[in-house]
């Protein structure tokens, strides 16, 4: 079994990076939006022209971005969502509950801090993980059944 997996939420950590390695040998494939900052926010005018408004701007880049995200989320078996300490990811909150409506297992990754402020996205998910190694465990248990050994 193959697990299609999309990495969604906070780009400013290496907890992508965490559990791509950490699922190395496992049948897993990861995909996730563009975590280049300016690209991501530059996309719309780059592709499709310039805005003298921030606001287009801001627009035409969060549409074209949406296309990447829809199709990700929709093609994914697994959404991981993470949500950092010292960022606000409001469209992490986006992704994950257009996961939910899709139906797809999600995944939560938050530092326990936030727990009270993320409740009504951790009852969409099937599991809240506090660390990268605990989704990787996870994305393991449900292709082999195995148990981490410790």
């Known amino acids: 079994m193959t697990l299609k997996v999309y990495l969604s939420g906070e ?4 907890w992508r990076e965490r559990i791509v390695d950490g699922a190395a040998e496992l049948d897993v494939t990861f995909q996730g939006p563009v975590t280049d900052h300016a690209a991501s926010d530059d996309c719309g005018v780059a592709i499709l022209g310039a805005e003298d408004n921030k606001y287009w701007h801001d627009h035409k880049g969060a549409m074209v971005n949406a296309i990447r995200t829809r199709k990700g ?13 010292k960022y606000k990811q409001w469209n992490a909150a986006f992704d994950a509950g257009y996961a939910a409506a899709l139906g797809k297992s999600i995944i939560v990754l938050n530092p326990p801090e936030h727990q009270h402020a993320l409740k009504e996205v951790h009852a969409a998910a099937l599991a809240v993980a506090e660390e990268p190694q605990q989704v990787v465990e996870i994305l393991r248990y449900v292709l082999s059944g195995a148990l981490p050994q410790r």
């Open 11 to 14: 780009i400013h950590t290496d």
């Open 73 to 85: 989320i929709e093609d994914a078996d697994v959404v991981v969502v993470r949500f950092g300490d």
